[in-house]
T-cell receptor, first 116, second 112 residues
Framework: GNSVTQMEGPVTLSEEAFLTINCTYT??????LFWYVQYPGEGLQLLLK?????DKGSNKGFEATYRKETTSFHLEKGSVQVSDSAVYFC???????????????FGAGTILRVKS | DVKVTQSSRYLVKRTGEKVFLECVQD?????MFWYRQDPGLGLRLIYF???????EKGDIPEGYSVSREKKERFSLILESASTNQTSMYLC???????????FGPGTRLTVT
């Protein structure tokens, strides 16, 4: 079936540290991959996406590369800020669900805490 | 900007009560979704709707029903609330077959 596995958190970093949050997936077909972010007290919002192998999604200093050979989509940022503290969800769309496809499968989420 | 609003941020109900969670979106999106979010489990799809009066079960529909009488509004109904339905409930909407879903702020439901 389709599933997403994320590294367990919480991840605690100091400001300006390098961030990696690992994400691997299992899917039939060729899914699109996403990172969503949930700031405290808010709903999820799309952070970045990649729709085919070797695509790199980027936004707000975050980036992730769609690696088909390792079935991975790791999230990275070179220098985190306190304002990046949030829960990060890796997700894929399910390409095998016919006419009403594009439903998302989410990972468990990774809590990121950035200290000043 | 797309706005998805949910009727309550926090809700406390008793076991056996009928519970209504309301979601409204203002961008004329065809598709709307209800998820529950639990620690360690991420988001799981309860139901979705692709048009007025149309619905389809998600991964965990048991104990829930939905109603979509108007395009902008999608309601989640717990017919008889149970303690294992204590959770964060998130509504989302999406335009057509685009990739991005827009989420509301969530309703934290506690069933005692």
């Amino acid at each position: 079936g389709n599933s997403v596995t994320q590294m367990e958190g919480p991840v605690t970093l100091s400001e300006e540290a390098f961030l990696t949050i690992n994400c691997t997936y299992t899917a039939t077909g060729y899914p699109s991959l996403f990172w969503y972010v949930q700031y405290p007290g808010e709903g999820l919002q799309l952070l970045l996406k990649a729709t085919k192998a070797d695509d790199k999604g980027s936004n707000k200093g975050f980036e992730a590369t769609y690696r088909k050979e390792t079935t991975s989509f790791h999230l990275e940022k070179g220098s985190v800020q306190v304002s990046d503290s949030a829960v990060y969800f890796c997700a894929l769309n399910r390409p095998d669900r016919g006419e009403y496809g594009n439903k998302l499968v989410f990972g468990a989420g990774t809590i990121l805490r950035v200290k000043s | 900007d797309v706005k998805v609003t949910q009727s309550s941020r926090y809700l406390v109900k008793r076991t056996g009560e009928k519970v209504f969670l309301e979601c409204v979106q203002d961008m004329d999106h065809e598709n709307m979704f209800w998820y529950r979010q639990d620690p360690g489990l991420g988001l799981r799809l309860i139901y979705f709707s692709y048009d007025v009066k149309m619905k389809e079960k998600g991964d965990i529909p048991e104990g829930y029903s939905v109603s979509r009488e108007k395009k902008e509004r999608f309601s989640l109904i717990l017919e008889s609330a149970s303690t294992n339905q204590t959770s964060m409930y998130l509504c989302a909407s999406r335009f057509g077959q685009s990739y991005e879903q827009y989420f509301g702020p969530g309703t934290r439901l506690t069933v005692t």
